[in-house]
């Protein structure tokens, strides 16, 4: 089987750097790919614009969705993913500094499998990913569909 792949979605260069710095310390050794906006997850999911010669083998196991994107939002993106075929049982946490309630059921009614807010002391985010990673990497049990999770 094929390394497990992380989407990591996010526009804020200084989280994407502390999200991988968190993985590395946590030694979650995954391929993390680092998308910037919305409309760049869509392209890297459905194999589009600089991603059109992307392998489909080559498909996240989890995707780890801000939603205070440029271009097409977060909440976009998750629809998007929901209603295609190929997409649709994809294991997406939406991971977001927002407090707002009604994004917490935006989210969930969109079908987003998981809500976490982005803790703003670094111990307690480096600590929420490392339980992201134990979870949906080795502990969750995605549907095989086709021979492809």
Known sequence: MNEKIILLVEDNPDDVALTL??????????NVIVVED??????????????????????????????????????????????????????VVILTSSKEEQDIIKGYSLGANSYIRKPVDFDKFFDAVQTLGLYWLILNEPPIINGKI
Do not use: W
């Not at 991603?51 to 440029?70: E, G, H, N, W």
């Open 21 to 30: 710095r968190a993985f590395k310390k946590h030694k979650v050794k995954n």
């Open 38 to 91: 919305g409309e760049e997850a869509l392209d890297y999911l459905f194999c589009k614009g600089k991603f059109a010669k992307r392998s489909r083998d080559d498909f996240p196991s989890v995707v780890l969705l801000d939603i205070k994107l440029p271009k097409v939002d977060g909440f976009e993106v998750l629809k998007e993913i929901r209603t295609n075929e190929a997409t649709k049982l994809l294991p």
